[in-house]
């Protein structure tokens, strides 16, 4: 059972990425997908959350209106598109799964990735 994200990088402010968090061992459509990330110091905090079954999606005041999150089934994977990056979304950002919804807080989440470093600085 693995969680892998990918697609983080350095990137100048205004710029866009593409996280992607595949699955392997298990299927991810029937798990709420959410988003976190964790700067140097600070805690790690939700960004978005997409839900199993009706697709509800949900995002941190901080990045409505510039991310995105999705999700394919066929390749059991979710992606986070994030346009108009910001310095402040300098973080590592990880995925992870939780039961039945999203929940804001991180103790629901049970499995996690090892995070990718989203790096934004001119």
């Known amino acids: 059972v693995q969680l892998v994200e990918s697609g983080g990088g350095l990137v100048q402010p205004g710029g866009s990425l593409r996280l992607s968090c595949a699955a392997s061992?298990?299927?991810?459509?029937?798990?709420?997908i959410g988003w976190f990330r964790q700067a140097p110091g600070k805690e790690r905090d939700g960004v978005s959350c997409?839900?199993?079954?009706?697709?509800?999606?949900y995002y941190a005041d901080s990045v409505k209106g510039r991310f995105t999150i999705s999700r394919d089934n066929a390749k059991n994977t979710v992606y986070l598109q994030m346009n108009g990056l910001k310095p402040e979304d300098t973080a590592v950002y990880y995925c992870?799964?939780?039961?039945?919804?999203?929940?804001?807080?991180?103790?629901?989440?049970?499995?996690w990735g090892q995070g990718t470093q989203v790096t934004v600085s001119s």
């Open positions: 997409i839900s199993p079954n009706d697709g509800s999606t």
């Open positions: 061992g298990f299927t991810l459509d029937n798990l709420a």
């Open positions: 992870a799964t939780a039961r039945f919804r999203c929940w804001i807080t991180t103790a629901p989440y049970d499995y």
